[in-house]
């Protein structure tokens, strides 16, 4: 039989507490529903690759490297599959490495990011779906800010595009922040302020509770979030949990699998060609 494998690739965390609670999560569960695979591990960042085997003295793989090990062990069809939440500078990254790659496998497809596809007929609504998968986290409050990481990249558009969505689907109450893009954490409370809200939750937009959500969104420094909006005198009330942690939020990635095994949307970073308007 052909032998048969799914890297998961995610952004990484040197913290072992978010590692456990949301990427193993997510691979165990990719484990439990794809039997007839073989499932790897990988991360983007090499610097937190480089920290986890100084200090805990873990190996983990960067794609290419994970790729190879698979084509060395014989591996004759791959799936690839990002954790990442937008198609930024890492998924991009990902790209390079599949394509270079395609030629070793009988197979390879890539798998998209959360945050991907929205509005037309023949596709997936992605901002949609990560809504209704987190609207635990985002009824019977005041407000929420969600607070992702941001980047220079032109993925960065997927910020403002949430924002968008949110509010057209009801969500007026809740305002999207980013530690180094935009929406800035001005803008977020500007908004914030015309809408007279005096109390909120910080949930952060990302896959694990790490660096980002446990200091820039919620210590007491001066500069986080948490301290921004309460000089403003918001109350602020904390979720230090990653989205890796919902259920519903990891059935996406379950989803996003499925999609490109069939075939449907996106194969090796390539959408198929849609019909004209």
């Known amino acids: 039989m052909m032998k048969k494998a ?13 590692l456990k609670s949301s ?12 039997k007839g695979y ?15 085997k100084v200090t805990h003295d873990m190996v983990i793989f960067t794609p290419e490297e994970a790729l190879e090990d698979l084509k060395n062990k014989g591996y004759e069809e791959v799936v690839v599959q990002p954790l990442h939440i937008i198609p930024g500078e890492e998924f991009d990254y990902i790209k390079g490495i599949v394509r270079r790659y395609n030629k070793n496998f009988e197979s390879i497809k890539l798998g998209r990011p959360i945050f991907f596809y929205q509005g037309m007929d023949e596709l997936p609504k992605d ?29 960065n558009a997927v910020y403002g595009m949430l924002q968008t969505v949110l ?13 180094e893009g ?20 910080l949930v952060p937009l990302l896959l694990v509770a790490g660096d980002h959500a446990k200091n820039d969104m919620a210590s007491d420094e001066e500069d986080s979030l948490k301290s921004v909006l309460q000089r403003n005198d ?32 996106l194969n090796a970073g390539k959408t198929k060609k849609l019909r004209k308007h």
């Open 182 to 201: 935009y929406p800035t954490i001005q803008s977020c409370l500007n908004r914030m302020k015309k809408k007279g809200v005096t109390k909120t939750k």
């Open 234 to 265: 918001i109350e602020v009330k904390l979720h230090i949990h990653g989205l890796g942690e919902i259920d519903s939020f990891g059935d996406l990635y379950i989803t996003r699998i499925y999609d490109t095994i069939e075939d449907r949307y």
């Open 38 to 52: 073989d499932v790897f591990r990988a991360f983007t960042a090499h610097m937190i690759i480089k920290k986890l």
């Open 127 to 155: 901002y949609s779906l990560f809504i209704e998968s987190i609207k635990d986290v985002l009824n019977n409050e005041e407000s929420v800010v969600l607070f992702g990481h941001g980047t220079a990249h032109s993925g």
């Open 6 to 18: 799914i890297l998961v690739v995610s952004f990484g965390t040197s913290h072992l507490d978010a």
């Open 167 to 179: 509010e057209d689907e009801g969500y007026d109450n809740v305002f999207v922040a980013t530690v």
């Open 23 to 34: 990427i193993d999560k997510i691979e165990n569960r990719i484990k439990d529903e794809f």
